[in-house]
């Protein structure tokens, strides 16, 4: 679902761009869109990698996990994410502004093509920056409430240990 998010927010960062300035949606805008949508998508995954690997190192590093240090490893992975998310969006803006200011021989079609991957990009180039971190935390958040009453179960003896992990148990 966190990945899904990338899809309409490059959407909406693309379409924005082409009607600021002032294309009709065509078939050059629309493989250009889709493009873009792979891109995010593919960016989306990274993100979430860096997330879970830093989740995941902050869960081995301190047995009594707590909130504040969800945080701290959220924040850790976003970090690591920022210079590879910032250098595919450099390259990317690089790459196609100019042709925004192009004037020769298929230029129209080209500047209908570079215009939505700009402006979508710039708009995942954000939501992977400032709307994946919170929407992670409370995913995670979840986890940290439940945990508790997992432990009090097998703590009493209803459920034993391999049950409460998932394990199979049966013959």
């Known amino acids: 679902m966190i990945v899904a998010l990338a899809v309409p927010f490059s959407a909406v960062g693309s379409i924005w761009m082409i009607s600021a300035l ?10 250009r869109n889709s493009r873009l949508l ?31 240090r969800l945080y701290d490893a959220i924040v850790e992975g976003a970090a690591r994410r920022l210079r590879p998310k910032f250098m595919t969006f450099a390259t990317m803006c690089i790459g196609l502004i100019p042709i925004l200011w192009s004037n020769g021989t298929g230029s129209e079609i080209l500047k209908r093509m570079a215009a939505p991957m700009i402006g979508g990009i710039f708009t995942s180039f954000i939501l992977e920056l400032l709307v994946y971190p919170p929407i992670y935390a409370v995913w995670r958040e979840r986890g940290l409430k439940e945990e508790p009453v997992r432990d009090q179960i097998i703590a009493s003896g209803r459920l034993g240990t391999a049950q409460a992990i998932g394990a199979d148990t049966t013959p």
């Open 22 to 31: 002032g294309y009709n949606m065509s078939i050059a805008c629309l493989a």
């Open 38 to 68: 792979g891109i995010d998508a593919e960016t989306g995954v990274f993100m979430l990698l860096y997330l879970d690997l830093a989740y995941e190192a902050a869960r081995r590093e301190h047995p009594q996990f707590t909130q504040e």
